[in-house]
């Protein structure tokens, strides 16, 4: 197999060895269901409420507030759905434009059904105006939904605020924070959140798996309705080797929280140096500032990013566009659209998200190749330079 160089780690990550090794006894010796009465299965169990004291401990919660999922999408289903179904009177829920579609399309959906969203605005480097906020909440809103990074640029918003508005308004606020568990720190003791996504395959855990954190106190239905599982929150046999994957990752994301926002961030950085160094006419997308540390997104004038992600596969490199042509759509990015991106530019974008298992050896190489790619693209591209794009030369 040629070796691959992976920058797309908000779209996935791999499994770390310590977490499949975690994860191999519960998919071939110890086997049986939690829930069960024999000694054979309490030791399964006692894996489980371990996982769930890992999960807990890497955002600073309780073990009882944190419920197992099968994924950071079911995640802000559960706590938005969950939140409807337990205040039936209030019909209004607040959002932002740039969520995630497990939060925006389900908002889409639930407005169809005849509740009433407010979309948020963001700015040019993705940030919400605050007093939009405060404004759009109303008696009848159930829940505010606000990501705490978002998952193309990694502006990361200002939550705490964000809380201390909806407290005031007297709502419940969810945050899908599947980008942010991890890569900085978060503290639920202190939060003013009320609710929580997470999902396993962004921490270096296998994909299936997620957690919801809900505030003690909060009121929220289950959305998934079975058994007796996770207190009766959510039904279904524990996918125990996968929640014991989660934990170990739990605990390697605490482990590496400082690496992430030294060493990922620097490597980070250090790409951005060199594609605004190697190719003119390049945007940065996203807040210079708050955002994740392991996140670039920039845009190339001229090009569409799905030309360079071609180009960038066949050396191997892994990368992704904001751009939705995969799905059908010639539209770029909901998130830069939103952000007020010129569309020439939204179509030229490009996504770095990097990982603790980057090294510099592999970001010189993407920059050196990246200047090679825009090259070789601007030749034969049909923009100019009276397109829509406004360039930014400097940092």
Do not use: W
């Amino acid at each position: 197999m040629r070796k691959i160089i992976y920058m797309d780690n908000n779209a996935t990550t791999s499994v770390a060895p310590e977490v499949f090794e975690a994860m191999s006894p519960y998919l071939t010796e110890l086997y049986a269901n939690p829930s069960s009465m024999y000694s054979f299965a309490g030791e399964v169990g006692r894996a489980v409420t371990k996982a769930r004291s890992q999960v807990a401990q890497l955002i600073n919660a309780q073990e009882t507030e944190i419920v197992f999922t099968s994924c950071g999408t079911e995640s802000d289903n559960a706590a938005i759905r969950g939140v409807l179904e337990a205040f039936p009177s209030k019909k209004h829920i607040v959002t932002t434009r740039v969520e995630h579609p497990a939060v925006l399309n389900l908002a889409k959906r639930l407005e169809k059904k005849g509740l009433s969203v407010t979309y948020l605005s963001v700015d040019r480097q993705g940030m919400l105006d605050l007093e939009e906020l405060r404004e759009a909440i109303t008696e009848s809103t159930a829940v505010v939904s606000v990501m705490y990074a978002n998952n193309e640029t990694g502006t990361v918003f200002p939550i705490e605020e964000i809380g201390s508005i909806v407290k005031e308004k007297g709502s419940l606020f969810h945050c899908d924070a599947v980008q942010a568990v991890g890569k900085i720190p978060l503290d639920m003791q202190r939060s003013q959140i009320d609710i929580l996504s997470l999902s396993g395959h962004k921490i270096h855990a296998p994909k299936g798996v997620g957690a919801l954190y809900v505030r003690r106190g909060t009121r929220c239905r289950p959305f998934i309705v079975g058994g007796h599982q996770e207190k009766g929150r959510r039904g279904g046999t524990e996918n125990v080797a996968s929640l014991v994957g989660l934990g170990r990752a739990a605990d390697l994301a605490a482990a590496y929280m400082q690496k992430e926002n030294t060493f990922v961030r620097d490597l980070r950085d250090t790409l951005q140096h060199r594609l605004f160094e190697y190719v003119p006419d390049t945007l940065l997308n996203g807040h210079p500032e708050h955002r994740l540390p392991n996140t670039l997104n920039v845009s190339f004038g001229y090009i569409e990013g799905e030309a360079i992600l071609l180009m960038l596969d066949e050396y191997g490199i892994c990368a992704s566009s904001g751009s939705a042509c995969t799905s059908g759509s010639l539209e770029p990015s909901h998130v830069l659209r939103a952000m007020g991106i010129p569309y020439t530019a939204a179509h030229g974008s490009v996504r770095f998200s990097l990982s603790v298992y980057n090294t510099l050896e592999e970001i010189e190489s993407t920059a050196k190749m990246m200047k090679q790619i825009v090259k070789r693209l601007r030749e034969i591209s049909p923009f100019n330079a009276e397109s829509d794009f406004a360039p930014t030369k400097k940092m």
